[in-house]
């Protein structure tokens, strides 16, 4: 079957339907679409969770029975903050943060950079300050792609500031936390 006879079949069905058949058609294909390109990778995604949920169930009730493996409560709290970072690795850090917010085109020239030790506190904190200026999307990209890159990073604070309402360009004030094993 030749492309111009598939064409005229097609505008023959399609003058049948008429608008509300068009319109019928038009949202049926949406809905294909949008299945496909949402609805199945989320239900993989969905899949892939109830798995890792099962998993760490089996590891609960495996820690729950007193197993002589089992490490005390001691014991996982200590190896609990010998999972942070060490002080020593803050450049790499730094390294991964810039290349996230380069890989979103923004442009982190100025950052303040301090590091909280307090005495009685279990964690060093490592302050991250970045004036960033960018679309909102690009900004929101960034801090979520070096949230999910760092899991001892958090966002202290985020401020949002654009001069005219149509602006594309938004001025943001982002600090981050980077959580650090206590240096001896």
Known sequence: MNSVLLRRS????????????GIGLVLIAAAAVYALLVLVPANARSHQLSEQIAAAMIRY???????????SPAEQLQAFYRAFPKETTI????GKIY????????DLELGEYSLNQEKFAHLDQFRIVFPVKGSYPQ???????????????????????????????????????????KSS
């Not at 290349?99 to 923004?106: C, K």
Request: some cysteine.
């Open 61 to 71: 009730q495996h820690d729950q029975r007193g197993d002589p493996g089992a490490l």
């Open 139 to 181: 900004i929101r990209r960034f801090i979520g792609a070096a949230l999910a890159t760092a899991p001892a990073l958090a966002l202290d604070s985020l401020s949002l500031k654009r001069d005219k309402v149509g602006d594309a360009t938004v001025e943001a004030h982002i600090v981050f936390l980077l959580f650090l094993e």
């Open 91 to 94: 450049p790499d850090w730094l």
């Open 99 to 106: 290349a996230l917010a380069a890989a979103q085109n923004l």
């Open 10 to 21: 097609l505008v023959y069905w399609l003058m049948r339907c008429g608008l509300p058949g």
